[in-house]
Nanobody
Framework: QLQLVESGGGLVQPGGSLRLSCAAS????????IGWFRQAPGKEREGVSC????????YYADPVKGRFTISRDNANNTAYLQMNSLKPEDTAVYYC??????????????????????WGQGTQVTVSS
């Protein structure tokens, strides 16, 4: 079974930073677009960021632009989400996702959950003083 395992979540004060990691198990990330979604209690799941496989093109949701940075380390089969200047409204469960585009990755659809084939179990991020 193909798996993604997130780590790095936790409790942080407003203005603080966290780095989430996403490790792939039983498959290689090289040809996959990697994304991060989040879901807060009582809210819909939303796309946070994505990085394509071919050119490493990155995409960000407006609320996190300039604060979050997505990256990938194919040699270590791991992706990351660096989150800086965290706000209470960033509190959510964060999910790592992967998509193997058969005909090229359509960046205009990066935030659509159905694009992604593999989902991690999620890691809790809580921003609170």
């Amino acid at each position: 079974q193909l798996q993604l395992v997130e780590s790095g979540g936790g409790l942080v004060q407003p203005g603080g930073s966290l780095r989430l990691s996403c490790a792939a198990s039983r498959f290689t990330l090289d040809y996959y677009a990697i994304g991060w979604f989040r879901q807060a209690p009582g809210k819909e799941r939303e796309g946070v960021s994505c990085i394509s496989s071919e050119f490493g093109t990155t995409y960000y949701a407006d609320p996190v632009k300039g604060r979050f940075t997505i990256s990938r380390d194919n040699a270590n089969n791991t992706a990351y989400l660096q989150m800086n200047s965290l706000k209470p409204e960033d509190t959510a469960v964060y999910y790592c996702v992967a998509s193997l585009p058969l005909q090229g990755f359509d960046g205009s659809k990066w935030s659509e959950p159905l694009v992604y084939d593999i989902w991690g179990q999620g890691t809790q991020v809580t921003v609170s003083s």
